[in-house]
T-cell receptor
Framework: DAGVIQSPRHEVTEMGQEVTLRCKPI?????LFWYRQTMMRGLELLIY????????DSGMPEDRFSAKMPNASFSTLKIQPSEPRDSAVYFC?????????????FGEGSRLTVL | GENVEQHPSTLSVQEGDSAVIKCTYS??????FPWYKQELGKGPQLIID?????GEKKDQRIAVTLNKTAKHFSLHITETQPEDSAVYFC???????????FGQGTRLTINP
């Protein structure tokens, strides 16, 4: 199994530009999570999907952030327009259940730098 | 909502010694407590977990203890090795909202 695959691994962009992060969960997993990691705030849950449906997006910082899961094997996290304070490592994770009592499998992350 | 506090934020121990990381949680209804290890440049990986119906769980050199009355749980690593150097996160479930909340992390360094 290839694990959770994220792209790009690194992204450097200028303030105001649109950023799209991509995630392919582990085949057979039915829950997908987007986390943001910063030194100041640690690991924050942004949004999670169950069976491709967004269940809880209360962690999404503001309207500039949006996430989609058009099918069971693909999800995107979009930031438009991007700001320097969005600089962070963004992780995608998947699990067989909602992750409430089972293992979360994380990708290697997408490091975003907004100049 | 749930709040998880983790201490210490950094920990340095000599190779072969033991390391202990402690977490407290606020939601008494929480019933699942995993620990994740994050190596440099990688995503967190589950190393051990414990559920509220047990007080201790061991897996080779790693053990986790849970005190539900005091609402705290701890990770114990014995006979530490250089490959144990990483950032460790504790987490607890928010029973109602059905999502994990992570502690702030502990950067563990094993000195040879």
């Amino acid at each position: 199994d290839a694990g959770v695959i994220q792209s790009p691994r690194h992204e450097v962009t200028e303030m105001g530009q649109e950023v799209t992060l991509r995630c392919k969960p582990i085949s057979g997993h039915n829950s997908l999570f987007w986390y943001r990691q910063t030194m100041m705030r640690g690991l924050e849950l942004l949004i999670y999907f169950n069976n491709n449906v967004p269940i809880d997006d209360s962690g999404m910082p503001e309207d500039r952030f949006s996430a989609k899961m058009p099918n069971a094997s693909f999800s995107t996290l979009k930031i438009q327009p991007s700001e320097p304070r969005d600089s962070a490592v963004y992780f995608c994770a998947s699990s067989f259940d909602r992750g409430t009592s089972g293992e979360l499998f994380f990708g290697e992350g997408s490091r975003l730098t907004v100049l | 909502g749930e709040n998880v506090e983790q201490h210490p934020s950094t920990l340095s121990v000599q190779e072969g010694d033991s390391a202990v990381i402690k977490c407290t949680y606020s939601d008494s209804a929480s019933n699942y407590f995993p620990w994740y290890k994050q190596e440099l440049g990688k995503g967190p990986q589950l190393i051990i977990d414990i559920r509220s119906n047990v007080g201790e769980k061991k897996d080779q050199r790693i053990a986790v203890t849970l005190n539900k009355t005091a609402k705290h749980f701890s990770l114990h690593i014995t006979e530490t090795q250089p490959e144990d150097s990483a950032v460790y996160f504790c987490a607890a479930i928010i029973q109602g909202a059905q999502k994990l909340v992570f502690g702030q992390g502990t950067r563990l360094t094993i000195n040879p």
